[in-house]
């Protein structure tokens, strides 16, 4: 009966244990979550002049057509350019966004997203130069640096939806 009592009352704690744990994951998993929730409101802004607010200084950042900007004021003036020319009027939206934690103070963060409609090189519909209005898959890497969760490397790609019909993994 003592070794009963015993087992219950271990199975108990580690209950409790679990659960402090889990509360612990979702409260930084929800910080992770509004860190990349901002890089979208400055999108949807056009304006990003709180990119210090959520990206660490040495920032590394792959665009879709395999730009790579180095650094947080490289990467500022880069997105800053582009939203005052062709993603003016463009807007993001978050399908999907999937977290994963590497250590305590690394995450991983694959989100899918949906871009509207925008025209290259100025923002100007010439009617031939219209893209957008699809998905793509944005991978963040985010690195906790005194108790807030920072962007440190981000990379988005193009889906493909005619390529992704066969995907094997999903067929």
Known sequence: MKYLCFFWLL???????HGQKRQVRTSEEAA?????????RSWNKHDYSDLSTY???????????????QGREAVR?????YHEGM???????????R???????VAVVH????????FPPHGVDHEYNRQGDNQAMITYTLV?????????TAHVSDINHAAAAYNPVKQ
Not at 111 to 118: E, F, L, S
């Open 11 to 17: 199975l108990g704690l580690i209950g409790v244990a």
């Open 87 to 97: 993603f003016q009027n463009t807007s993001l939206r978050s399908e999907e966004m």
């Open 32 to 40: 992770v979550r509004a860190t990349v929730d901002a890089c979208i």
């Open 55 to 69: 990206t660490t200084p040495d920032v590394d950042w792959v665009t879709n057509v395999g730009m790579w900007w």
């Open 111 to 118: 989100q899918q997203v949906y871009i509207g409609r925008y």
């Open 99 to 105: 977290v994963r934690f590497m250590t305590p103070s």
């Open 77 to 81: 003036h880069a997105l800053q350019t």
């Open 144 to 152: 906790k640096q005194q108790d807030k969760w920072l962007i440190s």
